[in-house]
């Protein structure tokens, strides 16, 4: 089974190249399907859950070819078929991104139900909420949701939770419904602002995305476009993070600094030094790390999926901290891998209550999904001697090339196969 193999206690030292945002790409490339025209998109990253959608792409007919590793050319002009339930759709969460681009566009779409991590209940009453708002019938037969509709009106949406997967799917069927269409009480988030701008490049009109009323006024059809990507928040974070934990000095390049307000100002509080240039931050942990408290919010606010990085590098902080989840019911399932590496940590319903310890202690870990994974891959690296992380998949889905990322910036990282291979990194690393 694959695994990573870790060495903790190598500071992380340099610069780290960050790539596009995977939770843009996974919006953006499905609505790459509302047009007959050549759309070519840079700045893909090359991960699980963007080889699943293009895949499920190519499935209902649609071209696309690569253009070297980060650009896609997509031509959806020969699209055979509307059906959307090929095997790896069902367990990414961003499937449901087709029921909105295909409504929009074709006025039908039947697509598996989304899977995605396991971090509590995930409804998409929103979505059906908004879809159901323009006109269209929603039903779930046979495991695939089934939305259709002879036209598509423009209406007033409120969503009743802030939802960055509803603001977009919403945003996406309305594009080329009749009239104007508002939704209030939108996400805010970079991606949803980055889908917005997608849209609007191939001849959409979309205002105020970015702010909590996204008004879209329909249009006829799409056009082709180019389209560069923006950085990922979280990617960026992450490796934040771990400089952080690493007592390293790592600088994050090709990113929106913006975009990581919240997060420098969590690692300012608990004793980093940052700072931010045009397109890139560097994190000094040059100190000793010291407690605060955190919730998780909607963009601006604290993104939940940065909490479980700040619980490991609280874990290592003097005093006593509490995080809050406010978005995700369940997800602090991975407090127990971190309990077994030493950290004093106590969850009660969704507030984790963390007292710090001096160090971690390698242990045998396994990734619970995606963030977590990541976030547990940080401690490794933080602890005193050699930890193996199973179930690597999950954090394949969200990181391109996170253990050479990390080996160039001096972490002690393979990724291994076999026993054997664990003996030889054993004997390696000393
Ligand atoms: C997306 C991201 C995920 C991130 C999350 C919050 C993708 C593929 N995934 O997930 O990485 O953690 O945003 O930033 O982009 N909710 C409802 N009804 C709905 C939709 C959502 O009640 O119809 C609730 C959810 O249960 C959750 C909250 O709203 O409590 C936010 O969910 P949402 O922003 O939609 O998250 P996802 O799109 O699932």
């Known amino acids: 089974m694959e695994q990573y193999a870790i060495k903790g206690g190598n500071p992380l030292v340099g610069e780290v190249e960050i790539g596009g945002a995977k939770n843009a790409a996974l919006a953006i490339l499905a609505a790459a399907a509302m047009t007959d025209e050549t759309v070519i998109i840079e700045n893909v990253p090359d991960l699980r859950d963007t080889v ?4 499920a792409m190519e499935s209902i007919g649609i071209r696309v070819e690569r253009c070297g590793r980060h650009t896609v050319k997509i031509n959806s002009g020969a699209v055979s078929n509307l059906v959307i339930e090929d095997d790896g759709i069902k367990k990414i ?13 074709y006025k039908k779409a039947e ?3 989304p899977g995605g991590c396991n971090i509590g209940l995930r409804p998409i009453d929103q979505h059906i909420k908004g879809f159901r708002a323009l ?7 046979h495991g695939l949701i089934i939305t259709e509709a002879g036209q598509l009106r423009g209406s007033h949406i409120y969503l009743d939770v802030v939802t960055v997967g509803a603001t977009i799917n919403v945003m996406m069927a309305a594009v080329m419904a009749e009239g104007q269409t508002i939704i209030e009480n939108a996400a805010k988030e970079p991606h949803v602002v980055d889908v917005a701008n997608f849209l609007n490049s191939m001849g959409a009109s979309i205002k105020g995305a970015g702010t909590d009323v996204v008004r879209i006024r329909g249009v006829q059809k799409l056009h082709g476009t180019e389209y560069t990507i923006i950085p990922d928040q979280i990617e960026a974070g992450t490796f934040m993070f771990a400089a ?3 007592k390293g000095d790592v600088t994050v390049k090709n990113v929106i600094p913006k975009h990581l307000e919240s997060i420098s100002a969590k690692l300012i509080e608990i004793g980093c030094e940052v700072e931010e240039s045009d397109d890139a931050v560097r994190v000094v942990a040059a100190k000793p790390l010291t407690h605060t408290h955190v919730k998780t919010l909607p963009y601006p606010g604290f993104p939940t999926d940065m909490q479980p990085q700040i619980t490991v590098a609280l874990g ?4 006593t901290s509490i995080v809050t989840e406010s978005i995700f019911e369940n997800r602090f399932k991975y407090v127990d891998e971190l309990t077994r590496m030493g950290a004093s940590i106590k969850v009660e319903s969704n507030t984790a209550i963390i007292d710090g310890v001096p160090k971690y202690t390698g242990a045998s870990l396994t990734a619970p999904d995606l963030r977590a994974g990541a976030a547990l891959v940080t401690a490794a690296l933080a602890a ?9 998949k999950f954090i394949e889905r969200g990181y391109e090339d996170f253990p050479q990322k990390l080996q160039s910036l001096g972490a002690q ?3 291994i196969n076999t026993e054997r291979e664990l003996r030889k990194f054993r004997l390696k690393t000393g």
């Not at 969460?93 to 566009?105: H, Q, T």
């Not at 006109?135 to 779930?140: C, L, S, T």
């Open 384 to 392: 005193e001697g050699v930890s193996t992380i199973d179930d690597i």
């Open 316 to 319: 290592l902080s003097r005093g």
């Open 135 to 141: 006109g269209a019938d929603v039903r779930i037969e």
């Open 413 to 415: 990282i393979e990724k």
């Open 111 to 113: 697509v598996a139900l």
């Open 52 to 55: 699943v959608m293009l895949k």
């Open 244 to 246: 952080a934990v690493t």
């Open 93 to 105: 969460r961003a499937s449901y991104y087709f029921l909105g681009a295909l409504l929009g566009k």
